[in-house]
């Protein structure tokens, strides 16, 4: 499927919140603040409006603010109104734990591919299971 410019702009809807009071107006010396919802993202050089029924991409420059035609610059503003997306953190490293010098001694006597097994209530020597890929 192919991107236009009034697809990005559907998408970039859904994804602005809404806020009341945004948009205001001047008169002389008085700011009016207008009763609409809008919806508003913002990022270096674009700007996303939606005020119900119409939405618009515009981008800003030093001679004010236009709108977007071309499905580059919608695909470059959708790209720059886009958070980054918080990774989920590695788990702390577990504590370094301090053991015994007996206990170290006895738990290095244990032979390769044997383990410790405490189920029957005295300490016995298990052989360990290999498993296959």
Partial sequence: MAKTVDSITKALKLKAQPKSGVLS????????SLPFEARMLSGDNFMFIHIPPTAAILKVGDKGAHPVTEIGDATAAQSAFRTPVKRATRAAKP???????????????IPAGYRLDYSGGEPKLVKMRKRRK
């Fill in 95 to 109: 504590a370094v734990v301090e053991l015994p010098a007996d206990v170290r001694d006895a738990l290095r006597k």
């Fill in 25 to 32: 107006v001047r008169l002389g010396t008085k700011k009016i």
